[in-house]
């Protein structure tokens, strides 16, 4: 029984000790609203897609409708921003959760993502929109939700989800690339596609031939949060959360995507019905 009770007392301390020093690493581990307070900077994933993110050739300079919200948050924070560029939308995560950037913008907060990062936000939804092809005419999504009307949509896309969700009966001819949707579209292969409003838009300004361009309804969006670390101190989440609900309720997210639109991407003019507003 005294070997016993050694033998469990010797146990009992090593256990004590390992969680000590667990504690003790935990305690210890700097949370992301620490290091950018104490490095006097945050870090942004940016890789070139616009008119989200766009670098300039000739200086090196960085522009878009996302750089333009991670400035401000960096003023706010009253910290120097540090634009790390990134391989694409792919690598966002894995760059996050290594800490090799402090937040990403424009991602869909998946359940499988959820399993390695957290989100901040919404900071603006996208809308799923449609292209007709001449002579095709369509407005609601009641009008595309018919057996005998044909749809382009991008294979394993949130296209493809979007439209089987509110075009259920529509005849779905599927793609790898937008260049082979335009093609079947402007061909009269299928009467239209459906796309984030983005590139639909960026589409009909590169493509003539298309024909009308349409929002339709009920509107079909998805929201676009902040990426950032999974983490216990909750600061720079919250921070993110409220920088999120101020800019949404005055405008100022929707007024930076749509001068995005317009600097970046080649449109002149971008609809009324045209809204980055939940």
Known sequence: MKKFMTSLTG??????LSIGLTGSASAQEESTWDRIQRTNEVRFA??????YFVKD???GDWGGALVEMARDVAKEMKVDLELVEVGGWSELVLAISTG???FAAGMQATPIRATAIDFAGPIYHIGWVTVNRPGFEAQDWADYNKPDVKIAVMTGSSDQLLLSQNAPL????QFKELSQIILAVSSGRADAFTTTVLSSMIAKEKNPGLGSFENPRPRASLPGYFGIRSEIDPKFKNFLNWWAEWNNKLGHNEARMKQGMLDYSGITSIPDSVSFKE
Do not use: E
């Open 11 to 16: 146990l009992l301390t090593v256990i004590a």
């Open 46 to 51: 940016v890789f070139s897609y616009a008119p």
């Open 57 to 59: 050739p000739g200086t």
């Open 100 to 102: 090799k950037v402090d």
């Open 170 to 173: 529509a005849q779905q001819i």
